[in-house]
């Protein structure tokens, strides 16, 4: 009788001891209030220091004021384009994914893990996995960015550049693509002010200039969230791949790694600084927790917890 009794009473102990143990981030709680649409905007070589000194964006502070961010978010090393988009849609650092460098189209390193059809699992393949019937879109203007997402999940991808006939870019399709399909998730990637920042440098007036044009783009896409009635079911988050320094970027330096995160909409705090320690990855569990996404094992990335209400 008494050795049953202690064994009951380890076996309470053990099991107290796990739930103490067990910290929110590990097991949050039940998904409540998930929004319906979630579109995320990114600009390459966009830099936090651009943000941090001068840089006027309102619509973007707009976003800050009225959402969270987080300028102190870090690219995964080399602090390049390729890879860190990789990692942004993928989850991981390229030790698993194995895109290595600036202009990756294949993994140099053998992926860790593989989906159904030959790729290391993304967010759009994961999402239309558990959606096949979602509207999914991927609208960029670096041809490179092609290779980097699960473009058999999109129901719509289109690439367009940005140039003196079309300065907006990528903006009218995007704007025209949400109102008239209104997308559970979508992708708007630019190239720029990365071209700007290589050809004049990070801190010029040109780049400012080509920021605060990119900050006009970011607004209409709102404005195009607002038109198709979706505001209210829609969490935005605007980002980049890395910052840049003198004329160039893929070193070690803060200005070449620290990136803006800027996340705004439903359920989302307002003018919340994110305390966490955030990386690129962790956008694409972030992005996995509101579309209701299991993230895989082979995931490092750690959804950003404390921007919901």
Known sequence: MKKTFLLAVYALLIGCLAACSTTPSQTPEKKKNLPKHVILVGFDGWSSHSLNNGADMPTVRQLMAEGSSDLKSRSVLPSSSAVNWASMFMGAGPELHGYTEWGSRVPELPSRVLNSVGRFPNI?????????????????EW???????????????QQVAMNEENPDGCTPFAVKYIKEKKPNLLAVIYDQ??????????????????????????????????????????VIIVTSDHGGIDKGHGGKTMNEMERPLVIYGKGIKKGHTIPESTMIYDIAGTMAYLLDVEQPQVWIARPVLSIFE
């Open 124 to 140: 759009f393949g994961l999402f239309r996995d558990k959606a096949p019937e979602a509207e999914i879109g991927y609208i960029y």
């Open 143 to 157: 041809g490179g960015i092609n290779y980097l997402a699960d473009t058999l999940a999109m129901s719509y991808k």
């Open 193 to 234: 002010p990365d071209g700007t920042g290589h050809k004049y440098g990070w801190t010029s007036p040109e780049y400012y200039a080509k920021i605060n044009h990119l900050d006009k783009c970011l607004a209409q896409i709102i404005e195009a969230v607002k038109e198709a009635g979706i505001l209210d079911e829609t």
